[in-house]
T-cell receptor
């Protein structure tokens, strides 16, 4: 079975540019999560969706960040404009909405903002 | 709100030696507990989980963890480690109400020396 698929795996861009990260969750999963991982702050939950609806976006750092889930098989995380401090590894994860079900992670997008 | 503290940021051990990675949590309600492993350049994978019942939980790759409610701990153990266990390990907690939202610890980097 295919796992969570993220693209691109690596992104290098200049400050001020728009960045779009993509995620395809596991088919049938009804929860989708976006995380950011840095050495300084560890693993942070940015936002999560249930049945394509954003439930909690309290982890989104500022208005430059936005996330959408137009359908059950696709989500995007967008940064506009990007800044060097946004450099991190961004993970997408998905899960079933039942008690105790684990989250399944993608391999991440390594983002570098120059 | 919950929080998770992983008491050691780095743990070096020799191959075939036993290892314990410590995790303490804080929560005002009952919780579910998880251990995840992250190999280099990959996303997180579930090692094991505690939902209820027996306080000793067995996971993949020979790992086990013990839930101790009075000490609010969920330490991870393996009796004999292998070079391939070199990775970062994350403890995570979710409560019964927000069961799909995880709070992660800062991670423990396990290094196995030959």
């Amino acid at each position: 079975d295919a796992g969570v698929i993220q693209s691109p795996r690596h992104e290098v861009t200049e400050m001020g540019q728009e960045v779009t990260l993509r995620c395809k969750p596991i088919s049938g999963h009804d929860y989708l999560f976006w995380y950011r991982q840095t050495m300084m702050r560890g693993l942070e939950l940015l936002i999560y969706f249930n049945n394509n609806v954003p439930i909690d976006d309290s982890g989104m750092p500022e208005d430059r960040f936005s996330a959408k889930m137009p359908n059950a098989s696709f989500s995007t995380l967008k940064i506009q404009p990007s800044e060097p401090r946004d450099s991190a590894v961004y993970f997408c994860a998905s899960s079933w909405g039942q008690v105790g079900q684990p989250q399944h992670f993608g391999d991440g997008t390594r983002l570098s903002i120059l | 709100a919950q929080s998770v503290t992983q008491l050691d940021s780095q743990v070096p051990v020799f191959e075939e030696a036993p290892v314990e990675l410590r995790c303490n949590y804080s929560s005002s309600v009952s919780v579910y507990l998880f251990w995840y492993v992250q190999y280099p350049n990959q996303g997180l994978q579930l090692l094991l989980k505690y939902l209820s019942g027996s306080t000793l939980v067995k996971g993949i790759n020979g790992f086990e963890a013990e839930f101790n409610k009075s000490q609010t701990s969920f330490h991870l153990r393996k009796p004999s480690v292998h070079i391939s266990d070199t990775a970062e390990y994350f403890c995570a907690v979710s409560d019964f109400q927000g069961a799909q939202k995880l709070v992660f610890g800062q991670g423990t980097r396990l290094t196995i020396n030959p």
